[in-house]
Protein backbone atom coordinates (compact mmCIF):
# COMPACT_ATOMS: atom_id res chain seq x y z
CA UNK A 1 0.00 0.00 0.00
CA UNK A 2 2.61 2.26 0.95
CA UNK A 3 4.32 1.17 -2.46
CA UNK A 4 1.32 2.35 -4.16
CA UNK A 5 1.09 6.00 -2.46
CA UNK A 6 4.51 6.61 -3.63
CA UNK A 7 3.93 6.02 -6.83
CA UNK A 8 0.79 7.94 -7.30
CA UNK A 9 2.95 10.46 -5.47
CA UNK A 10 5.46 10.31 -7.87
CA UNK A 11 2.53 10.88 -10.72
CA UNK A 12 1.11 13.76 -9.06
CA UNK A 13 4.50 15.37 -9.38
CA UNK A 14 4.61 14.84 -12.98
CA UNK A 15 1.38 15.98 -13.94
CA UNK A 16 1.82 19.54 -15.84
CA UNK A 17 -1.12 20.45 -17.97
CA UNK A 18 -3.73 18.68 -15.32
CA UNK A 19 -6.32 22.00 -15.39
CA UNK A 20 -9.33 22.06 -17.13
CA UNK A 21 -10.25 25.85 -16.73
CA UNK A 22 -14.50 27.18 -16.52
CA UNK A 23 -15.16 30.49 -17.02
CA UNK A 24 -16.08 32.99 -14.72
CA UNK A 25 -19.80 33.34 -14.79
CA UNK A 26 -19.37 37.26 -16.04
CA UNK A 27 -16.51 38.40 -18.01
CA UNK A 28 -15.19 41.40 -15.70
CA UNK A 29 -13.11 44.21 -16.57
CA UNK A 30 -9.71 43.06 -15.78
CA UNK A 31 -10.33 39.20 -17.26
CA UNK A 32 -8.46 39.00 -20.40
CA UNK A 33 -5.14 40.54 -18.40
CA UNK A 34 -5.90 38.10 -15.33
CA UNK A 35 -7.00 34.96 -18.30
CA UNK A 36 -2.97 36.12 -19.93
CA UNK A 37 -1.42 35.62 -16.37
CA UNK A 38 -3.52 32.30 -15.71
CA UNK A 39 -2.56 30.87 -18.88
CA UNK A 40 1.26 32.08 -18.60
CA UNK A 41 1.61 29.23 -15.40
CA UNK A 42 1.56 26.75 -18.29
CA UNK A 43 -0.76 24.43 -16.02
CA UNK A 44 -4.04 24.37 -18.31
CA UNK A 45 -5.12 21.89 -20.74
CA UNK A 46 -8.36 23.39 -21.56
CA UNK A 47 -10.45 26.55 -21.42
CA UNK A 48 -14.45 26.30 -21.50
CA UNK A 49 -16.16 29.47 -21.73
CA UNK A 50 -19.26 29.12 -20.14
CA UNK A 51 -21.48 32.66 -20.09
CA UNK A 52 -25.41 30.93 -19.71
CA UNK A 53 -27.02 34.78 -19.38
CA UNK A 54 -25.03 36.32 -21.72
CA UNK A 55 -26.74 36.58 -25.57
CA UNK A 56 -25.37 34.83 -28.00
CA UNK A 57 -23.71 37.63 -29.95
CA UNK A 58 -22.00 38.59 -26.97
CA UNK A 59 -20.45 35.17 -26.26
CA UNK A 60 -18.88 35.22 -30.05
CA UNK A 61 -17.28 38.64 -29.39
CA UNK A 62 -15.59 37.13 -25.99
CA UNK A 63 -14.80 34.07 -27.42
CA UNK A 64 -12.55 35.84 -30.51
CA UNK A 65 -10.80 37.49 -28.00
CA UNK A 66 -10.52 34.63 -25.97
CA UNK A 67 -9.16 32.80 -28.70
CA UNK A 68 -6.15 34.70 -29.72
CA UNK A 69 -4.63 34.17 -26.10
CA UNK A 70 -5.38 30.54 -25.86
CA UNK A 71 -3.72 29.45 -29.06
CA UNK A 72 -0.47 32.07 -27.53
CA UNK A 73 -0.55 29.74 -24.92
CA UNK A 74 -1.58 26.43 -26.65
CA UNK A 75 -4.55 25.64 -24.83
CA UNK A 76 -7.58 24.21 -26.10
CA UNK A 77 -10.51 26.47 -26.24
CA UNK A 78 -13.84 24.81 -25.43
CA UNK A 79 -17.41 26.35 -25.89
CA UNK A 80 -19.77 25.23 -23.23
CA UNK A 81 -23.23 23.79 -24.85
CA UNK A 82 -23.34 25.77 -28.06
CA UNK A 83 -22.20 23.79 -31.35
CA UNK A 84 -23.04 26.66 -33.42
CA UNK A 85 -20.89 28.91 -31.35
CA UNK A 86 -18.14 26.64 -31.29
CA UNK A 87 -18.35 26.27 -35.28
CA UNK A 88 -18.40 30.10 -35.90
CA UNK A 89 -15.58 31.04 -33.59
CA UNK A 90 -13.43 27.86 -34.88
CA UNK A 91 -13.29 27.06 -31.29
CA UNK A 92 -11.35 23.88 -30.42
CA UNK A 93 -14.45 22.08 -29.38
CA UNK A 94 -17.19 21.90 -27.79
CA UNK A 95 -18.80 21.10 -24.88
CA UNK A 96 -22.10 18.88 -24.09
CA UNK A 97 -24.54 18.73 -21.14
CA UNK A 98 -27.30 15.62 -20.95
CA UNK A 99 -29.69 18.28 -22.55
CA UNK A 100 -27.31 19.54 -25.06
CA UNK A 101 -28.10 17.78 -27.80
CA UNK A 102 -26.06 14.60 -28.93
CA UNK A 103 -22.70 13.77 -29.93
CA UNK A 104 -23.49 12.40 -33.68
CA UNK A 105 -25.18 15.67 -34.45
CA UNK A 106 -21.88 17.50 -32.65
CA UNK A 107 -19.70 15.82 -35.18
CA UNK A 108 -21.51 16.23 -37.96
CA UNK A 109 -20.81 20.18 -37.28
CA UNK A 110 -17.88 20.04 -35.76
CA UNK A 111 -16.21 17.18 -37.98
CA UNK A 112 -12.83 16.22 -36.05
CA UNK A 113 -13.06 18.87 -33.08
CA UNK A 114 -12.89 18.35 -29.65
CA UNK A 115 -16.27 17.13 -27.78
CA UNK A 116 -16.93 16.48 -24.26
CA UNK A 117 -19.84 15.29 -22.44
CA UNK A 118 -21.08 15.90 -18.89
CA UNK A 119 -21.95 12.04 -17.78
CA UNK A 120 -22.68 12.97 -13.89
CA UNK A 121 -21.80 9.60 -12.14
CA UNK A 122 -23.56 7.47 -14.80
CA UNK A 123 -21.38 4.63 -16.09
CA UNK A 124 -24.50 3.71 -18.25
CA UNK A 125 -24.65 7.33 -19.75
CA UNK A 126 -19.93 7.69 -20.01
CA UNK A 127 -20.03 4.02 -22.15
CA UNK A 128 -22.80 5.37 -24.49
CA UNK A 129 -20.59 8.54 -25.01
CA UNK A 130 -17.72 6.19 -25.64
CA UNK A 131 -19.64 4.28 -28.10
CA UNK A 132 -20.85 7.71 -29.89
CA UNK A 133 -17.33 8.87 -29.50
CA UNK A 134 -16.60 11.59 -27.09
CA UNK A 135 -13.19 12.44 -26.97
CA UNK A 136 -13.50 13.22 -23.05
CA UNK A 137 -16.09 12.46 -20.29
CA UNK A 138 -16.61 14.70 -17.31
CA UNK A 139 -18.16 12.96 -13.87
CA UNK A 140 -18.98 14.96 -10.69
CA UNK A 141 -20.10 16.97 -9.19
CA UNK A 142 -17.75 15.84 -6.66
CA UNK A 143 -18.31 18.65 -4.07
CA UNK A 144 -20.70 21.33 -3.66
CA UNK A 145 -20.30 23.95 -6.46
CA UNK A 146 -20.97 27.72 -6.06
CA UNK A 147 -21.19 27.26 -10.02
CA UNK A 148 -23.75 24.65 -10.07
CA UNK A 149 -25.15 24.08 -6.47
CA UNK A 150 -27.97 22.02 -7.32
CA UNK A 151 -25.94 19.75 -9.75
CA UNK A 152 -25.89 16.15 -8.87
CA UNK A 153 -24.02 14.33 -6.29
CA UNK A 154 -20.79 12.75 -7.79
CA UNK A 155 -19.53 9.38 -5.95
CA UNK A 156 -15.69 8.82 -6.15
CA UNK A 157 -16.27 5.11 -7.06
CA UNK A 158 -16.76 5.99 -10.78
CA UNK A 159 -13.60 7.56 -11.34
CA UNK A 160 -11.74 4.16 -10.31
CA UNK A 161 -14.34 2.66 -12.39
CA UNK A 162 -13.55 5.33 -15.38
CA UNK A 163 -9.73 4.61 -14.86
CA UNK A 164 -9.84 1.02 -15.19
CA UNK A 165 -12.47 0.60 -17.84
CA UNK A 166 -11.94 3.87 -20.38
CA UNK A 167 -9.27 4.73 -22.38
CA UNK A 168 -10.07 8.77 -23.13
CA UNK A 169 -9.57 11.42 -20.49
CA UNK A 170 -12.03 11.81 -17.35
CA UNK A 171 -12.37 14.90 -16.73
CA UNK A 172 -13.58 15.40 -12.50
CA UNK A 173 -16.05 18.73 -11.77
CA UNK A 174 -17.49 20.30 -9.30
CA UNK A 175 -16.24 22.32 -6.00
CA UNK A 176 -12.52 21.63 -6.96
CA UNK A 177 -10.18 23.37 -4.55
CA UNK A 178 -6.79 23.29 -4.01
CA UNK A 179 -7.10 21.52 -0.99
CA UNK A 180 -9.07 18.60 -2.61
CA UNK A 181 -8.45 17.95 -6.34
CA UNK A 182 -5.11 16.10 -5.61
CA UNK A 183 -7.54 12.89 -4.49
CA UNK A 184 -9.36 13.45 -7.78
CA UNK A 185 -6.35 12.57 -9.72
CA UNK A 186 -5.22 9.70 -7.47
CA UNK A 187 -8.54 7.88 -7.72
CA UNK A 188 -8.54 8.44 -11.69
CA UNK A 189 -9.14 12.07 -12.75
CA UNK A 190 -7.00 13.09 -15.41
CA UNK A 191 -8.32 16.87 -15.97
CA UNK A 192 -9.74 18.72 -12.53
CA UNK A 193 -12.32 21.12 -13.86
CA UNK A 194 -12.30 24.45 -11.80
CA UNK A 195 -13.95 27.79 -11.42
CA UNK A 196 -14.90 29.71 -8.73
CA UNK A 197 -11.18 28.69 -6.60
CA UNK A 198 -9.34 31.11 -9.36
CA UNK A 199 -12.26 33.83 -10.06
CA UNK A 200 -14.37 34.26 -7.13
CA UNK A 201 -11.14 33.45 -4.45
CA UNK A 202 -11.37 36.05 -1.72
CA UNK A 203 -8.02 35.54 -0.75
CA UNK A 204 -6.23 35.35 -3.99
CA UNK A 205 -5.89 37.02 -7.46
CA UNK A 206 -6.27 34.77 -10.10
CA UNK A 207 -2.89 34.25 -10.81
CA UNK A 208 -1.72 33.36 -7.53
CA UNK A 209 -4.67 30.81 -7.10
CA UNK A 210 -3.61 28.41 -10.34
CA UNK A 211 0.04 28.92 -8.82
CA UNK A 212 -1.03 27.56 -5.67
CA UNK A 213 -2.29 24.46 -7.29
CA UNK A 214 0.88 24.07 -9.08
CA UNK A 215 2.31 24.13 -5.44
CA UNK A 216 0.21 21.76 -3.44
CA UNK A 217 1.36 19.03 -6.80
CA UNK A 218 4.50 18.61 -5.62
CA UNK A 219 3.76 18.30 -1.77
Not at 39 to 61: C, D, M, S, V, W
Request: proline share 3%; with cysteine.
Amino acid sequence: MVRKLRERGCCLNNLKRFIYLISPQKIYKNFYLDLEKVLAKKNTKYFQLRLKKTPEKKIIQIAKKIKNITSKYKVKLIINDNIKIAKKVKADGCHLGQSDGSITEARKILKNKIIGVTCHSSKKLALKAIKEKADYIAFGSFFVSKLKPQAKKGHFKVLKWAKKNIKKPIVAIGGISNQNYKKLILLGANYIAISSFIWDNPFLKPDLAVKKLNENISQ
